[in-house]
């Protein structure tokens, strides 16, 4: 992944008991990341909505949009994705393990969710809060409706996958933009003068 190299770099002092015996090495600031504000990247029209298929990977989105499977760091930024086993969508096959394994019982409930409520025409109460299993709606007249007609239940499995179906949802930097971009990115990430500076991409860490 070519972000890693342009991430700034840490001098560690590694040693077992003494740190007199110890020496540096130079590690990547891997917790290094930049939080793209408004006066850095202004307005929403600068991203495209993008929906990942089964399969999809950061780096085939990226070569799809930028003929570059190295930039797939941007997404990951720009979405912020930490962790890809966590915070990217699962394949169809990976998930149906994963549920499988989660749960005894996949068709389970796991909880239950208000159903949409009108009066005269105008909504009153949103479909799909979570309530408990007890709940009746009571609309404005003083009428209560039955369960079944005030709130659903909702899988186990239906659960997990609108989890993983709303990771399918990123924000994608239009390609226009991507020099612009890596230049900003470049520039946030250089280290200024402190105790522990050595240089732009260089500091001793004193942890």
């Known amino acids: ?33 930049i939080k793209l504000i408004d006066n850095i990247l202004p307005g929403g029209t600068i991203f495209e909505d993008y929906f990942v298929s089964d399969g999809e990977r950061p780096d085939t ?9 190295g930039l797939d760091w941007i997404l990951l930024i720009i979405n912020n994705i930490k962790n890809l086993y966590n915070d990217w969508p699962m394949t169809q096959s990976v998930f149906l393990e994963y549920v499988e394994q989660q749960y005894d019982d996949i068709s389970a409930v796991h909880h239950y969710e208000t159903i949409e409520q009108t009066y005269d025409g105008e909504v009153i109460l949103p479909g799909g809060l979570q309530v408990e299993e007890s709940y009746r709606f009571i609309d404005p007249e003083g009428n209560t409706k ?62």
């Open 1 to 33: 992944m070519a972000y890693f190299n342009k991430v700034p770099e840490i001098l560690y002092l590694k040693y077992d008991k003494n740190p007199e015996d110890g020496t540096y090495i130079t590690i990547r600031n891997i917790f290094a990341r």
């Open 61 to 69: 989105v990226a070569m799809d949009f930028y003929e570059d499977p």
């Open 146 to 207: 039955s369960k079944s007609n005030s709130r659903g239940p909702v899988s186990n499995f239906i659960y997990e996958l609108r989890k993983n179906d709303k990771k399918r949802e990123i924000l994608v930097l239009r390609p226009a933009l991507v020099s612009e971009f890596v230049e900003i990115f470049r520039k946030e990430m250089k280290f200024t003068p402190s105790t522990e500076y050595i240089n732009e991409t260089l500091k001793v860490s004193n942890n």
